[in-house]
Every structure is written in structure tokens, then in C-alpha cells.
């Protein structure tokens, strides 16, 4: 197999040590970055695949690679001997004896494994999970594929293991792609504004804000717990109190609340022991509301979206207390659309605060310079999730239908959030690996995480009777000319 050895460019990159992923000490082992790109493309003899037991296994889709805690591809469609096709996910370990090596078992992450991927087996290390070793069954040999795997963009999708609709779209010009992703958008933003009327009914219109911010704050890794914390405020907030008293009684609640000092910067314990005396007296009264610690996630969190810094910045919010109703001046107020988000940030960014400016968690070291609670990222998430489509859905319950128009425009002219990988993985699956510049603005990526969620998210990795493809192209027809 030429590998393009004599030339510059391989040599430079020899150098840099592209494709180099033996494992050192053992060539005989590829390194588990390898063996995780083995299975996303599937170089293997695919029509010759065994589990340990001797059962035969098609691999109808790998799965997507998984960027968070847990097994290391979700979503695979397999068929094992002659059962049906079964969804789930897949872990890819070197050896069979880091299933109990890992403590994967006990772990819920891994409930919906359902083959365990190793490069060897030990025996007598094996699981009850169905297990396939890959060293007898790959397409190439490691050195190649290793010089492979050095060129190949890792996690992207394989052409054949793209969405079927992949090929429609992609065919669709850029301005109507923008016109379908905006009617998509339409209904995600009606969506979540029906989602906060119904809660506007059984609680009112502010606590519905509330708790749309809680949850928006939580991101996705927490937002269940932030939302019963806003659930709660009936309970724990008071007139008049001050944002420590509610800093206090949010990390009291959320059980993120350091139980010790931390003994380590006297910046930390001062700020802990004023946290301390304003929960000890009240933490009884609030006894059948604590929260278990457990319930939060942690894993692949960015500092900046802790929660404990989170519920820092709410507390500065319900402090001031006149938060809906700025909004509600906010959204009747001349405004240019390049000045949206910074208008917005505006009301919802509050001043320095002595300690979180400075820390990221109640155990972080000070850092050199202050950190604003919210950053413009947030702001557009709040935004397009939580307080347009509040202001929506108030403007329709009252019969405004220009108020409503003017949300519209706020919401369709919104720049662009950062991007995530539930959009990397759409732009791929669905627009064949489209750059993010495609996506014209925040209601365009809404509009095409929406498309995920009405679509891709009931069907599986092959597609099966997913009818987005047709209606694709029925869409095209109806829209071509004579």
C-alpha cells in the first residue's frame, strides 16, 4: 500500500508524529484512539464479525461518537445472529477486563451498552455482554491503519453513514435552506413558549419565567435540579433579602454547600463561614426540600457553567427582583438588530460580585483577574430558549399580535450562539459536514436542532421509515418553478 512516504509532506508529518499511535512498549496493541476510529468507519472484514460466543453481528451504524462521560459511541443499530435489529450503545476498551476494570458495571451510564468492543479478550475477565475482539478482524494492518487514522478526520461521518436526507439538503440553495430552517424555527419557538404557558396557568406568568431561567442555567447537564430549585421560590425567597441570604440558601438547598471550610485561601473561608451563618439557622425549616448531592453532574463541565456560580448569579437576579419587568420594557424598546445582544446582556449581567468575579467554584484558587457571571454565549441561549418565547406567548395570551411580530424579528435576527457538538453532529449527519457559517443566525441553528428533534431523534442511526428525506424533496417540487 503506498503512503505517499517519499514525499515532503509525509516526512513533515513523520516528524510531528501524525499517524504515530502504536502503543509504545507493545506494537502489537493499537492505542484506544485507533481502535475507537476502527469502529466509527469500520475497517473491518464487516461479513465476517463474531461476538466471543460465536454469534454473528451486522453493524447496521456504529453509533456517534460520545464527547461526554459514558460509553464510547451511542446510538449503534446491530443485529446479532437472527434477532431483529437492536439500538444501543457501544464501549471500546483494549482488553475485555476493563468492563470490571473501569467499574462500567455499576455505572447507569453504561445500562444501554450492548456490545463491548476490545481489541483482545481475557477469558476470564468476560462479561455477560455480548463481546467482539477487532485484532483478527480488521481490514488492514495496524501500521497502516495508524498512518490512516493520521489523515482521517476521526469523528466525522462516513458518507454511507450519513442521514439519508443528507443528500436532499445539501442539493437545497442556501436561501432556501435558511427559509426551511426558519419555518422550523417557528415551531421550536411556539413549542417552548406553549411549554411556559402551561406552567404560566398552574403557577403565574412570573414564576414560569423563573423557572424557564433556572433550567436554561442548568444547561444540559443539570437543568432537572435548577428547575426544582426554582420550583421551591415560593419557599425560600422572602422580601427584602439580600444576595448573600439567597446565595446561602440556594447552595443550602442544592446541597452543593461545602460542609468543611476549605482551609486552603482565607478569601474562601470568609466567604463560607458568612454563607454558613446565614444557612445553619434556617437549613431545619427547609429540611424535606434539600437535595441530594447526587443529583448533579459534573463530569465535562466548563467551569464557567458550574452550578454553584450559576445559582450565584440567579441569586444577584431575584436580589433585584425587577428582572420580568425589564424584560418587558426591554422588548417595546427601539433596538438595532447588531445591538440585540448586547442589550439584552445589559439587563441580565450584574455588577461584581466580591467573591464569584474572582472564583469559578467554592474550592477554585482566585484567579488573576474578575470573570463576568454571564458571558455572551449565555445571553443567546437564554434568549432563544427562555425569554422570547416567554414575551411571546404573553404578547398571544393578551391578543397583541404586533407585540408578537416584534419578538419575531428579535428572534429571527438573533446572531448566532457558539457552536456545540449536537450542531457539529447535525451540520454532518444532515448538510453532509456543512461549515457553521451555513447556519445564518441563532433561529437557523433552533431551526435545525428542532429538524433533530422531530426526526433524527424517532428514528435510528439507519433511518429507518424516516419520512424527512421525501418531504425534502416533495418541499423542492412544490417550490420549483412551473
Known amino acids: 500500500m503506498f503512503h505517499g512516504t517519499d514525499s515532503f509532506y509525509a516526512r513533515w508529518r513523520s516528524r510531528s508524529g501524525v499517524g504515530v499511535i502504536l502503543r509504545e512498549g507493545d506494537e502489537a496493541a493499537p492505542a484506544e484512539r485507533l481502535l475507537q476510529a476502527v469502529w466509527l468507519h469500520q475497517r473491518l472484514h464487516r461479513d465476517h464479525l463474531k461476538t466471543l460466543d460465536g454469534q454473528p453481528v451486522k453493524v447496521l451504524h456504529p453509533g456517534f461518537k460520545n464527547r461526554e462521560a459514558g460509553p464510547d459511541f451511542r446510538g449503534a443499530v446491530l443485529q446479532f445472529g437472527g434477532e431483529l435489529p437492536r439500538s444501543g450503545d457501544v464501549e471500546v476498551d483494549l482488553r475485555s477486563q476493563n468492563w470490571r476494570g473501569h467499574d462500567h458495571a455499576p455505572n447507569p451510564a453504561y445500562q444501554q451498552v450492548i456490545l463491548h468492543v476490545v481489541w483482545e479478550a481475557d477469558c476470564a475477565a468476560a462479561t455477560r455482554l455480548p463481546t467482539l475482539a477487532l485484532s483478527n478482524v480488521l481490514d488492514s ?17 462516513p458518507e454511507e453513514f450519513r442521514g439519508r ?22 415551531v421550536r419557538l411556539e413549542g417552548k413558549a406553549a411549554q411556559l404557558q402551561a406552567r404560566a396557568r398552574q403557577t403565574g406568568w412570573e414564576q414560569a419565567l423563573w423557572e424557564g431561567l433556572f433550567r436554561a442555567l442548568g444547561y444540559k447537564h443539570n437543568g432537572w435540579p435548577m428547575q426544582r430549585l426554582a420550583e421551591l421560590r415560593p419557599r425560600w425567597q422572602t422580601p427584602h433579602a439580600t444576595v448573600t441570604t439567597l446565595q446561602a440558601r440556594l447552595l443550602g438547598l442544592s446541597g452543593l454547600l461545602p460542609a468543611e471550610l476549605t482551609r486552603a485561601q482565607a478569601s474562601a473561608d ?32 466548563r467551569p464557567a457553567n458550574h452550578p454553584q456560580r450559576r445559582l450565584a448569579l440567579a441569586a444577584h437576579w431575584l436580589a433585584a427582583d425587577p428582572l420580568p419587568g425589564e424584560l418587558e420594557r426591554w422588548i417595546v424598546a427601539e433596538c438595532a438588530d447588531r445591538e440585540l445582544e448586547a442589550s439584552l446582556q445589559q439587563i441580565l449581567q450584574v455588577g461584581e460580585d466580591e467573591f464569584w468575579s474572582w472564583h469559578w467554584t467554592l474550592r477554585s484558587t482566585r484567579m488573576a483577574t474578575p470573570q463576568p457571571l454571564l458571558g455572551a454565549q449565555r445571553v443567546t441561549d437564554l434568549a432563544v430558549n427562555v425569554v422570547l418565547p416567554w414575551l411571546w406567548i404573553r404578547a398571544a395570551d393578551g391578543g397583541n399580535e404586533s407585540l408578537q411580530r416584534r419578538v419575531e424579528h428579535r428572534y429571527f435576527a438573533w446572531p448566532p450562539s457558539e457552536d ?7 451540520r454532518q449527519r444532515l448538510l453532509g459536514g456543512a461549515p457553521r457559517r451555513v447556519l445564518r443566525g441563532a433561529a437557523a441553528q433552533q431551526g435545525l436542532l428542532q429538524i433533530l428533534r422531530d426526526f433524527c431523534d424517532h428514528s435510528d442511526a439507519v433511518c429507518d421509515q424516516c419520512r424527512f428525506p421525501e418531504l425534502v424533496k416533495d418541499w423542492r417540487a412544490q417550490r420549483a418553478p412551473g
Do not use: I, K, M
Open 141 to 157: 494492518p495496524l501500521h497502516e491503519l495508524s498512518w490512516w487514522l493520521g489523515g482521517e478526520p476521526g469523528d466525522v461521518l
Open 165 to 186: 436526507c443528507c443528500a436532499p439538503l445539501r442539493a437545497v440553495p442556501l436561501d432556501e435552506l435558511t427559509s426551511l430552517l426558519h419555518q422550523s424555527a417557528q
Open 270 to 301: 470568609g466567604y463560607l463561614r458568612r454563607l454558613w451563618d446565614e444557612w445553619w439557622r434556617e437549613r431545619d425549616g427547609f429540611a424535606d426540600c434539600l437535595l441530594p448531592r447526587r443529583l448533579w453532574r459534573f463530569a465535562n463541565l
Open 420 to 426: 456545540n457538538a449536537r450542531l457539529r453532529l447535525a
